[in-house]
């Protein structure tokens, strides 16, 4: 007897289109006066014309495309015309040099490239050393020779539906690691239960608006963009961040929500009080704070500013999704929480001899259990289960929980800086440093800074004899790195201090820079 058929899942783009065509799905206002609104009829035709022209470029399910620009239509189009090929999107971040871009388009296998006009010299300079790369298509300006013009992809072709891919949408976004190349972190589409429990919880609305408050190639903006369109949102964009004008659109479109890191927001209550006084902002209903630590001053300042029902915290990443919530009414009565649990995970903290922590106060690294953690990295799956503990996963922050299981982040068990809400490997710059000819030794770490949150410290030996100075350093770092990584402040030492078995001891080149703070991150 052969097998009941089953029937495909509509696509959530699609439903949108069908039931409410004529509400905007996008709308890109720039300061410079360019305005572009499309409803969702309008959105959903183009992300088809845009698949259409993928599958004739030859894109099947479980190919990588990767994206690559700043925040725009072009942007959200790719993002839903790779789902309904079923296709991988793989987000790239336009800040990277050629090297770092080149290693990521070329360790996913991409097949296939989709970027901003800003960036084309970009993917013309790296195409050399990207065997597996087949087309690279412009949208939002000319593209460069051999390239080609994505902007007719959206305006003409084939809006019909593609037919249901038969395979689970599967993103995948680089990010780096302790031993220095970028892993490509894979997530399926989770769990519909978790993911509306989630969605329940922070109290989202279909009629709310978001505005994705630091780039979409960011699992933070980038995912909860996802939420909105799911649940048929409207999403405002601003291409480039910009205090006074992020004020703009959420007066001008009535926003009420956003995911931020500490340095936008901080930006924002900055401002003169006469400038923020020309906007309204009592419409902001969910403020998703992450992406790093926000202080405790930070969050006053945006409660004086702001609806103090609106701030809400989450603890998270890339590999664990959304781990903890603290809410609005907690903010206050729990400075340096991260929350309790998020709805459908569990959270366990083990010592280092990997023994379960069950006291209040006690330090322990973090481990999550839940159905939102991602599945593998590429073509590294054994550093996955080295971050594994049975069911339980890792990405090496600290924490301990009190009383009444409030959990609060105070160390990092790996390398990794945040800083300004970017996630910056110490093992990345050591490397590159290490290959300038008058530097033989170097360890890299964050210090606190209470406008970005840490800041990238490199401690160099110089080589004997050489005349090696902090802005040669420097200078050499920005040739080789992308702009957050390079070290903003640089010092130097004699010798670094290790362990016996050769370890650079960095606890102990952090402790003057970090002694006075109640956290280490």
């Known amino acids: 007897m052969s097998a009941p058929a089953v029937t495909p899942t509509p696509d959530i783009l699609a439903v949108h ?93 991409a ?104 780039p979409l190639y960011h699992s933070g903006p980038g995912g909860f963009m996802g939420i909105a369109y799911a649940l048929g949102q409207t999403v405002v964009l601003q291409r480039k961040f910009d205090a ?44 998703v704070a992450n992406a790093a630590p926000w202080s405790f001053a930070l969050k006053q300042a945006y409660v004086r500013d702001f609806p103090p029902s609106s701030l809400w915290e989450v603890y998270g990443s890339t590999e664990l999704g959304v781990d903890c919530v603290l809410r609005p009414e907690d903010q206050m009565r729990k400075p340096g929480s991260c929350g309790q649990a998020a709805p459908g995970v569990e959270l366990a903290l083990f010592d280092d001899d990997g023994n379960r922590v069950t006291e209040t106060g006690k330090p322990g690294e973090l481990f999550v259990r839940s159905k939102s953690v991602l599945s593998t990295y590429h073509k590294a799956h054994d550093k996955f289960l080295a971050d594994t503990r049975g069911d339980y996963h890792t990405v090496g922050d600290v924490a301990y929980f009190d009383e009444e299981g409030f959990y609060f982040i105070c160390d990092r068990k790996k390398d990794m800086i945040i800083s300004g809400g970017m996630n ?55 040739k080789h790195l992308a702009s957050y990584k390079v070290p903003r402040s640089i010092s130097f030492l004699p010798e670094l201090p290790r362990t016996g078995s050769g370890k650079i001891l960095k606890r102990v080149l952090r402790e003057p820079y970090w002694k006075d703070k109640k956290t280490r991150v």
């Open 17 to 109: 289109a069908a039931l409410q065509p004529e509400k905007l799905a996008v709308v890109d206002d720039r300061a410079d006066g360019v305005l572009t609104r499309w409803t969702y009829a309008e959105l959903n035709r183009r992300v088809n014309r845009l698949a259409s022209h993928l599958r004739a470029a030859g894109i099947q399910p479980k190919d990588r495309v990767v994206w690559c620009g700043q925040n725009s239509p072009g942007v959200v189009a790719i993002t839903h015309a790779a789902r309904k090929l079923g296709a991988t999107a793989v987000p790239l971040n336009y800040r990277l040099t050629a090297d770092e871009a080149a290693y990521i388009v070329d360790n996913c296998d």
């Open 111 to 214: 097949v296939f490239v989709w970027t901003d006009a800003e960036f084309a010299g970009l993917f013309e300079e790296i195409l050399p050393r990207c065997p597996k790369l087949r087309a690279i298509a412009v949208f939002g300006g000319a593209p460069r020779a051999g390239q080609l013009a994505g902007d007719v992809f959206l305006e003409a072709g084939d809006e019909s539906e593609p037919r249901p891919p038969g395979v689970e949408a599967t993103s995948m976004i680089y990010t780096s690691g302790t031993t220095g190349n970028p892993k490509g972190a894979v997530r399926g589409a989770g769990d519909p239960a978790q993911s509306r429990a989630l969605v329940e919880h922070l109290g989202y609305r279909p009629d709310d608006v978001y505005l994705p408050t630091g």
């Open 244 to 287: 006074e004008d992020w004020l703009r659109l959420v007066a001008t479109h009535r926003v009420t929500s956003t995911f931020s890191a500490p340095t936008p927001i901080r930006l924002i209550v900055n401002l003169p009080d006469a400038v923020k006084a020309k906007y309204e902002r009592s419409s902001m209903r969910v403020m």
């Open 424 to 478: 910056v490997y110490p093992a990345e710059i050591e490397s590159a440093l290490d290959h300038h000819p008058d530097v033989m030794d170097c360890a890299v770490f964050g210090i606190p800074s209470e406008e970005w949150g840490e800041l990238v410290h490199a401690i160099v030996v110089a080589r004997p004899g050489s005349d090696l100075t902090a802005a040669q350093v420097g200078d050499f770092a920005r």
